[in-house]
């Protein structure tokens, strides 16, 4: 089975500072990719940061970084400099085609709040 | 705006009524995706389109849920006899062929029950 666990309902980050947002995931597929998507109270959804299950390296996206840990199956989010904007929340995502077909399944979220 | 956009953007309906959400995807994106999200949850998977061809389907699409994208373009929801757990945001999403690409969202259809 394909699980997605988020395990910080929610976190706390003063401006400015960098906040790692926990990411787990399962899938026996040896082929996936992961994703994460931001949601502002206004509810749309928005894609951060994509990595591939085969990246050699972590992916990277201006103030965005996964920290991919493939042998712990973790795939962390990294938000540097945080903005009064970046309060909002956030989902990590996996779709494992071989396993999984054409789904993308999503944790439960992690709420960012930002403090000034 | 070329975004993927949906319609209504609010609907209230008493039990046991039909109710059909739209679904206008990115023109160039030939996969089309809906999920329904409750609150506190992240979303969850229903169906996915791959042009007009509807490869896949949830589980927890009911046979009172039915999905079609007739030309390959814009896409349609019906939920038959709608209950109250029926409630939720329906969201619309697509995207280009090819495992790497990121789905766009539209806005979403948040459904009311009474």
């Known amino acids: 089975a394909q699980k997605i666990t988020q395990t910080q309902p929610g976190m706390f980050v003063q401006e400015k500072e960098a906040v790692t947002l926990d990411c787990t995931y399962d899938?026996?597929?040896?082929?996936?990719?992961l994703f994460w998507y931001k949601q502002p109270s206004s509810g749309e959804m928005i894609f951060l940061i994509y990595q591939g299950s085969y990246d050699q390296q972590n992916a990277t996206e201006g103030r965005y970084s996964l920290n991919f840990q493939k042998a712990r199956k973790s795939a962390n989010l990294v938000i540097s400099a945080s903005q009064l904007g970046d309060s909002a929340m956030y989902f990590c995502?996996?779709?494992?085609?071989?396993?999984?077909?054409?789904?993308?399944?999503f944790g439960a979220g992690t709420r960012l709040f930002v403090k000034a | 705006d070329t975004g993927v956009s949906q319609d209504p953007r609010h609907k209230i309906t008493k039990r046991g009524q039909n109710v059909t959400f739209r679904c206008d995807p990115i023109s160039e994106h030939n996969r089309l995706y809906w999920y329904r999200q409750t609150l506190g949850q992240g979303p969850e998977f229903l169906t996915y389109?791959?042009?007009?061809?509807?490869?896949?389907k949830s589980r927890l699409l009911s046979d009172r849920f039915s999905a079609e994208r007739p030309k390959g373009s814009f896409s349609t929801l019906e939920i038959q006899r709608t209950e109250q757990g029926d409630s939720a945001m329906y969201l619309c999403a697509s995207s280009r062929a090819g495992e790497a690409h990121e789905q766009y969202f539209g806005p979403g259809t948040r459904l009311t029950v009474t």
């Open positions: 995502a996996m779709r494992a085609p071989n396993t999984g077909g054409f789904k993308t399944i």
């Open positions: 899938t026996s597929d040896p082929s996936y990719g």
């Open positions: 389109f791959q042009n007009e061809a509807q490869l896949e």
